[in-house]
């Protein structure tokens, strides 16, 4: 058994959440927030058996996409506020998971 903890964007959320109940994964979501924007984030856990990991996998690859963003350099690096004003372009979303074992699982 594994435990993957996967933090996708909020604007993933809810697809990637109907597609792991349409290929039968079990998952809970947690409101969570990234610390890099500052931005909404939700952070699911889901159990798999270990020869399920891939498909799981698989399932949050195809429903979190990367974004690309434009942020002031001073939300960045305050210490640039003098220096740098016009907006930069910056790649936001996508998936970051780990894969963690279970030692136990149980169900009531």
Avoid at 8 to 18: F, G, I, R, T, W
Avoid at 42 to 63: N, P, Q, S, W, Y
Avoid at 80 to 99: K, L, N, R, Y
């Amino acid at each position: 058994m594994k435990l993957i903890v996967a933090i996708v964007q909020d604007k993933d959320s809810q697809h990637l959440e109907a597609n792991l109940v349409k290929a039968n994964f079990r998952a809970t979501k947690l409101p969570s927030t990234g610390g890099f924007l500052k931005a909404g984030n939700c952070t699911f856990l889901i159990g798999v058996e270990e020869e399920k990991v891939d498909d799981a996998l698989a399932v949050i690859k195809k429903t979190s996409h990367t974004r690309s963003q434009y942020v002031t350099p001073t939300f960045l690096m305050p210490e640039a506020a003098s220096s740098m004003a016009d907006p930069v372009e910056v790649q936001v979303g996508g998936a970051t998971c780990f894969i963690l074992p279970v030692d136990k699982f149980v169900r009531f």
